[in-house]
């Protein structure tokens, strides 16, 4: 029987403790971190600034060293310099030296990877079309505008056609467009079986696209598993969006739900559970009254941040995320 | 770690390094200073040749420094600060390899520097004399052994680098270096003196020191000295050594630095 594949990424207890300043001042950056992500997942590695989600990266593409605990890529100690030739990376706020055009940056960057040849212009040349930039060619990365160096930060994280891409804040300086595109080429690299891992304070990236989900809090992983587990499906409130009413029938509505009120187009009806959304439908369909939309909320992943967070400091969140 | 990749680095070092205002201005300069030393020279009586010779190889000694000090400060730091290092040393590539390229690139730019100066140099004294014997091997030798002097201010440069702001690494490196050369003026008069109090420190000093006189036949080139091809070797070897040690100083102290 074959020996199983190992995972694209394994994090076993790792840590990392700075000294700063004279006083040699010890901070944790990271404590602890246990980690697995399998292959042709798209893991989002979330938390506000400060959490130690750059430090994770840092320590994983070999710029940092852990002061506790191991890391593998496909297996392999993250020690070994040819374990990164696996990965794929994106730094945040990447920048690139400004002299060379973005054809240069990419066959540099290329030929450190083990390409070259035509192999290597064929790839870069294609990367370029991909990420947008086939139009600045002739530019040298001092006229690029940041969103320009974002799409070459991506573009050099995928020259050598890494199994495995960690990106550090990759929509990060993109306009709304930009922030689209990167979710879909995120989503396509899923699709040719590439295993994503990025970091995000964004909550909302993350739910567009990824599989798994790890909550980073003052160096510590509060939650993670899938997406759905995280986030608390219960039914919070139902919104009822229905025609004009008269103003007692409004009132009696607010009554009813705690808070009801005019809208330009209608009225907006919110109430706290299946329920009572029902028998409140249910009374406006006699009453005459023609109802648009019922629909349900439930926690975002925002909402469950905010709530780990709170848990994690004892009812004080923003100091949490403010850590 | 193939070797191709130090090699990938260095190339792209000696790009960076010619696109450099700096080296073009230092480089421009000292040409000027080479091409007028045949006026300077019509100052004085009998002795053109010797100026022409000593302009030439003073101002490749001067301006070699500088750039090797200059472009050596900023070719780690830099990389640092702008985090332009973060995608290649996220590869496949052990500092130590990023480092000796970055090495390789910043020597390859001296070499350069000096070959376009002792051309300079050598046009100028077949200019005033009309003739090639004025360069031989004591011209050649010396500008071969100012490449090694620049290697080894180029690499004190690195070390510093690794682990210090670019002022304080060029304060350093100049330091030592100056004290490399004032250190050649006293030593023979310390180490031959009987009531020379720590005399220990002054043998430390002597063996940690780069020995900046060893490595200059700026004399032999003016006067026209004999140069043998056995001492040549000999002070090629230490200059070569003295910056290889440098150099792998150098990678110790950046491996084990965290890149943040």
């Known amino acids: ?323 | 770690m193939t070797m191709n990749r130090p090699l990938v680095v260095a190339g792209n070092t000696l790009r960076e390094a010619l696109r450099e205002r700096l080296f073009y201005n230092l480089v421009v300069f000292a040409l000027l200073l080479i091409l007028g030393s045949l006026t300077i020279s019509r100052l004085t009586l009998g002795e053109q040749y010797r100026i022409i010779a000593n302009i030439g190889t003073s101002a490749t000694q001067v301006f070699g420094t500088l750039i090797a000090v200059f472009l050596g400060v900023g070719i780690v730091s830099r990389e640092i600060d702008r985090r332009t290092c973060y995608p290649v040393l996220a590869r496949p590539v052990s500092r130590a390899g990023f480092l000796a390229g970055k090495y390789l690139g910043l020597l390859a730019t001296l070499v350069l520097n000096v070959a376009l100066m002792a051309a300079a140099t050598a046009l100028m004294l077949l200019v005033y004399r009309g003739g090639s014997h004025s360069v031989g091997v004591a011209f050649i030798a010396a500008f071969g052994l100012m490449t090694l002097q620049l290697a080894i201010v180029a690499a004190l440069a690195v070390l510093f680098s690794t682990f210090s702001s670019p002022t304080l690494s060029s304060i350093c490196a100049l330091a030592i270096v100056g004290a490399g050369w004032l250190f050649g003026e006293v030593r023979v008069f310390w180490l031959q003196a009987h009531d020379v109090g720590m005399k220990w420190m002054v043998q430390v000093l002597d063996f940690v020191l780069p020995n900046m006189g060893l490595l200059d036949l700026k004399e032999a080139v003016t006067y026209g000295d004999p140069v043998t091809l056995a001492s040549v070797a000999g002070r090629s070897l230490y200059g070569a050594c003295y910056a290889a040690t440098l150099v792998a100083l150098a990678a110790l102290t950046f491996s084990r630095r965290d890149i943040r």
Not at chain 1, 305 to 320: H, I, N, Q, S, T
Request: charged content about 25%; proline content about 6%; overall charge positive.
């Open chain 1, 1 to 323: 029987m074959a020996p199983p594949r190992p995972d694209a990424l394994s994090v076993h207890d790792l840590g990392k403790t700075y000294r700063l300043g004279l006083r040699q001042r010890v901070v944790h950056a990271l404590s602890g971190l246990e980690l697995r992500v399998e292959e042709n997942a798209v893991y989002g590695f979330v938390g506000p600034n400060g959490a130690g989600k750059s430090t994770t990266i840092k320590i994983l593409v070999g710029l940092v060293a852990p002061t506790a605990g191991t890391a593998r890529i496909f297996g392999r100690p993250i020690t070994e310099p040819g374990a990164r030739a696996a990965i794929g990376y994106l730094p945040e706020n990447p920048s690139f030296q400004d002299f060379l055009r973005p054809m240069e940056v990419l066959r540099y960057l290329g030929r450190l990877s083990g390409m070259s040849g035509a192999e290597l212009d064929r790839r870069a040349e294609s990367l370029l079309e991909r990420v947008g930039l086939s139009h600045a060619r002739d530019l040298t990365v001092r006229k690029f505008s940041k969103g320009m160096v974002q799409r070459l930060g991506l573009a050099q994280a995928l020259i050598h056609d890494p199994p495995l891409l960690i990106l550090d804040e990759p929509m990060s300086g993109l306009d709304p467009i930009g922030r689209r595109d990167v979710r879909d080429l995120i989503l396509e690299l899923k699709r040719q079986g590439k295993t994503i891992f990025f970091s995000t304070h964004i909550l909302s990236d993350v739910e567009s696209a990824c599989d798994r989900v790890g909550m980073l809090l003052r160096g510590r992983l509060v939650k993670e598993g899938a997406l759905h587990t995280l986030l608390d499906g219960t039914i919070r409130s139902v919104e009822i969006r229905c025609g004009e009413l008269p103003t007692a029938a409004l009132g009696a509505m607010a009554a009813l739900s705690g808070k009801a009120e005019r809208l330009p187009d209608g009225c907006s009806i919110v109430l706290p559970d299946v329920d009572r959304a029902n028998a409140a439908a249910a009374r406006l369909l006699a009453a005459g009254v023609r109802i648009v939309s019922m629909q349900p909320s439930r926690e975002t992943l925002e909402e469950t941040f905010v709530r780990l967070a709170a848990e994690v400091e004892g009812g004080k969140p923003r100091e949490a995320l403010l850590a």
